[in-house]
C-alpha cells in the first residue's frame, strides 16, 4: 500500500498541539520537575542496553498524548507495516524501501514484486563472510603473493559516510588491516590516500549502487592507472571488487563476476551500510562483528515494529523533533557523541536526515507550508563543549541536542571515563537549569569585587536555561549497541517523513547540480557557450583565466 497523503497541519491533533503550544512555550522545565517527582523517571525508555531519557525536554503529558493523537489521524501504524512489509513507499522512484530486510533473520520472508528477497541477501552475506575470512587470513593475497594490508574504500555519499563512520566507530575490534576511504573528486584526496598505501599489499573496494557517479568512477579511474604502472593488467582481479546494482557497468570496469557484490534498487544509498555497502566493515572488523551489527540493527527494527509507540524510542524521538522543529521552530539539531569514536556520527547523519527529510513537496504533488527536514550538525564532547556550546547555552537559539554516551570505556580508563561521564551529565544539567542572576550575584560577591562591577558582571553571567536535551547512554560501544543506534535514527526519519507528508526516500535535490557540473565541465574543456548568469560566467572565466 502507498502511504497516504495526509496534510499533518489540517489534522485536529496538529490544532490542538498548537493550542497546547501557546499554553507551555514559556514554561520552564524546572517547574514542572519540582512539580511533579516522577518526571524523570515517566519520560525515560529503558530498552535492552540503552536508558533513554527525554525528561530534560520541553513537552508534559499532554504533549506526548496529543503527539499520540496525531500519529493515529496520520495512520504511523499502517505506514509502519507498508515500510517492513516491502510496498513501494518510495513512490517517486517506484522502490520498496527494505534496509530493514538486510538484518532480517534468514527465516523471515520479505517479498519485492512477488519474489521473496531474504535468500539472496543471505548469499551475498555468504560471499562476503568468505572474503573477508580468505582477505584476513591471507588465502587471497595480491598479485605479487604477499598478504593485504590496506583496504581503500572508493564511494561516495551512502556508498562512503556509512562505512567510513561505522570503521572508525568500531576501531576497537578491528585488524590488522588499515582502511581508507576515497570519495572527493578532489585529485588531491585520492593521491594523499595513494601516498601512504602499497599497490602490492592494497585491496580496493569501489563502492557505488549506480556506478554512474562522477567522482567514484574519476577516483577507481585514477587509482586503478595509478596500480597499472606497476602491475600488468590481468592482476587487476585480485586487487579490485565493486558493490553495485549495475553489474554490466562493473563488468565494463573490467571486473571480474567473483569479485562482484551486488546489491539492490529497494536499499538506498544513505541506508546501504547493512548491506556488500559494508563490505569495508566486515574486512575491517571481521565478519562475525558485521553480523552483530546487523543484529543489533535487527533487534531496533523489531522495537520500532512492536513497542507501542508511547514507549517507542524512534517515535518518541522523531515527536521530539517535529515539536521543536513546526511549534519552537526551532531549525536544527545537535548530535553529541560523549565517544571520540563517532566523531563522524553527525556527518553520516547529516545525508540520512537531510537527504531524506529536505522535501517541499507533500504526498500529493502540492507545497507545503510548514517546515520539513531539519539541519543535523555536531561534535564529539567533550571537544565541542571547547567549541560551539557557548552558543547552546547563551544563544540566541534554541537547538535541541541529542547526548549519546557509553558507560563503560572500551579501554577502561576509569578515571578518563568518569571525567568524560560527568561532562556528559552535567551539560544537560546546565542546559536544563541554567544559573540565575541571583546565584551569580553570589557567586560574583564571593570575588569581593565593588558593587557595581558585581551589578554589570552579573547579566553577562546567567545562563537561562530550559534548552532542551535528551539522552542517550547505553551500556558499552559495540557493533551490536553501534548497529541498533543508527537504527534508531533511520527510523525516526521514517515517523518525520510520515508525519511530514513527503517521500524520504528520493533525492532528486542532488541532481541539478551534478547536471549543471557536467554542462561547465564541457565548456571548460571546449569552445562551446552556454548561457550562464552573470556572476556564473565570470567564476567561470575567472577559472579559465580569460577576461571579457
Ligand atoms: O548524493 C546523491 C547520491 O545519489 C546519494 O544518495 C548516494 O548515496 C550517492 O549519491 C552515491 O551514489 P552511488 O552509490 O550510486 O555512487
Known amino acids: 500500500m502507498a502511504l497516504k497523503s495526509i496534510d499533518p497541519t489540517k ?68 505506514a509502519i507495516s507498508s515500510y517492513f512489509s516491502g510496498d513501494k513507499i518510495n513512490q517517486t522512484e517506484n522502490r520498496a524501501v527494505l534496509h530493514t530486510a538486510l538484518r532480517a533473520p534468514e527465516s ?51 556508498s562512503d559516510l556509512g562505512p567510513a563512520m561505522v570503521v572508525e566507530a568500531l576501531s576497537f575490534y578491528k585488524n590488522h588491516l588499515t582502511t581508507h ?15 601512504k598505501i602499497s599497490p602490492e599489499t592494497t585491496l580496493f573496494v569501489i563502492v557505488s549502487k549506480t556506478f554512474t557517479t562522477q567522482e567514484t568512477l574519476s577516483n577507481a579511474n ?16 585480485k586487487h579490485f571488487v565493486a558493490v553495485s546494482t549495475n553489474i554490466k557497468k562493473v563488468k565494463e570496469f573490467g571486473i571480474v563476476n567473483e569479485n562482484i557484490f551486488p546489491m539492490w534498487d529497494w536499499v538506498g544509498g544513505r541506508f546501504s551500510l547493512w548491506s556488500a555497502v559494508g563490505l569495508s566493515i566486515s574486512l575491517s572488523v571481521g565478519y562475525n562483528n558485521f553480523k552483530a551489527l546487523l543484529e543489533g540493527a535487527h533487534k531496533m527494527d523489531e522495537h520500532f515494529k512492536n513497542e507501542p509507540l508511547q514507549t517507542n524510542i524512534p517515535v518518541i524521538s522523531a515527536f521530539l523533533s517535529i515539536w521543536y522543529n513546526n511549534f519552537f521552530k526551532s531549525e536544527s539539531e545537535a548530535i553529541i557523541p560523549y565517544t571520540q569514536y563517532l566523531n563522524q556520527f553527525a556527518t553520516y547523519l547529516q545525508q540520512a536526515i537531510m537527504e531524506s527529510n529536505g522535501k517541499t513537496i507533500m504526498r500529493n504533488g502540492d507545497k507545503v507550508n510548514y517546515q520539513t527536514g531539519n539541519i ?49 551529565i552535567a551539560q544537560t544539567e546546565a542546559l536544563l537549569n541554567g544559573k540565575s542572576s541571583e546565584e551569580v550575584a553570589k557567586e560574583i560577591q564571593r570575588s569581593n569585587l565593588p558593587k557595581e562591577t558585581i551589578n554589570q558582571l552579573t547579566p553577562f553571567k546567567v545562563f537561562e536555561g530550559n534548552k532542551p536535551t535528551t539522552t542517550i547512554f547505553i551500556d558499552k560501544l559495540t ?70
Open 108 to 158: 523471515a520472508q520479505v517479498f519485492v514484486d512477488g519474489e521473496n528477497i531474504i535468500p539472496k541477501i543471505y548469499e551475498t552475506n555468504k560471499k562476503i563472510e568468505t572474503f573477508t575470512n580468505h582477505i584476513i587470513n591471507g588465502a587471497l593475497t595480491g598479485h605479487t603473493g604477499k598478504p593485504f594490508t590496506d583496504v581503500v574504500n572508493i564511494g561516495i555519499g551512502g
Open 222 to 237: 585514477t587509482i586503478r592507472q595509478w596500480f597499472l604502472q606497476s602491475a600488468q593488467e590481468h592482476t587487476v582481479a
Open 11 to 78: 489534522t485536529k491533533a496538529w490544532k490542538k498541539l498548537e493550542e497546547h503550544f501557546k499554553e507551555i512555550k514559556n514554561v520552564h522545565m524546572t517547574q514542572w520537575f519540582k512539580n511533579d517527582t516522577n518526571r524523570a523517571n515517566r519520560f525515560t525508555i529503558k530498552w535492552d542496553d540503552f536508558f533513554v531519557d527525554y525528561s530534560k525536554n520541553r513537552i508534559t503529558n499532554s504533549t506526548v498524548d496529543l503527539f499520540l493523537e496525531l500519529a493515529n489521524e496520520v495512520e504511523l501504524k499502517n
Open 479 to 548: 557493533p551490536e549497541s553501534l548497529g541498533k543506534l543508527i537504527a534508531m535514527y533511520e527510523h525516526k526519519i521514517f515517523v518525520q517523513g510520515v508525519v511530514w507528508n513527503i517521500y524520504s526516500y528520493d533525492q532528486f535535490g542532488v541532481e541539478l547540480g551534478k547536471q549543471l557540473a557536467g554542462n561547465i565541465l564541457e565548456e571548460f574543456n571546449s569552445s562551446s557557450i552556454i548561457t550562464h548568469d552573470a556572476s556564473t560566467k565570470n567564476l567561470i572565466n575567472h577559472y579559465k583565466n580569460l577576461t571579457e
Open 376 to 424: 543535523i550538525w555536531g561534535e564529539p564532547g567533550t571537544n565541542s563543549q571547547h567549541a560551539f556550546f557557548q552558543l547552546l547555552h547563551q544563544g540566541t537559539k534554541l537547538i535541541p541536542a541529542d547526548f549519546i554516551g557509553f558507560k563503560k570505556s572500551l579501554h577502561g580508563n576509569i578515571d578518563h571515563q568518569d571525567k568524560l561521564m560527568s561532562n556528559f
Open 181 to 195: 576511504f576515497v570519495s572527493n573528486v578532489d585529485g588531491d584526496h585520492v593521491n594523499e590516500v595513494l601516498k
